[in-house]
Nanobody
Framework: QVQLVESGGGLVQAGGSLRLSCAASGRTISTYATGWFRQVPGKEREFVSAISRSGSSTYYADSVKGRFNISRDNAKNTVYLQMHSLKPEDTAVYYC???????????????????WGQGTQVTVSS
């Protein structure tokens, strides 16, 4: 199985940028579709972005479209989430997740992901 470790979170002012990293070990990350989700206290974990196993397709929540970009570096076995124009409402714990076998129509669905990282906090101040 794959282990996932997120990094890159922190405190940033509104309008700023951050790049989150999701480093995989144990298995090749391109074996999986990989997604980013986020969660704030008292709310359900929500989909942010995903990249297909082939790497040819990317997906974004409407709330981040045009501001966030997901990418994958197979040589480093790492998936990235580049975040620009951050807003206070982007504040959350961000989780990386991997799905071994998921159809594109379910790629935004939390329950379809088999492996999760521990999360990294992103705080955007106004």
């Amino acid at each position: 199985q794959v282990q996932l470790v997120e990094s890159g979170g922190g405190l940033v002012q509104a309008g700023g940028s951050l790049r989150l990293s999701c480093a995989a070990s144990g298995r090749t990350i391109s074996t999986y579709a990989t997604g980013w989700f986020r969660q704030v206290p008292g709310k359900e974990r929500e989909f942010v972005s995903a990249i297909s196993r082939s790497g040819s397709s990317t997906y974004y929540a409407d709330s981040v479209k045009g501001r966030f970009n997901i990418s994958r570096d197979n040589a480093k076995n790492t998936v990235y989430l580049q975040m620009h124009s951050l807003k206070p409402e982007d504040t959350a714990v961000y989780y990386c997740a991997a799905a071994l076998d998921v159809q594109s129509k379910f790629i935004t669905t939390t329950q379809r992901y088999n492996y999760w990282g521990q999360g990294t906090q992103v705080t955007v101040s106004s």
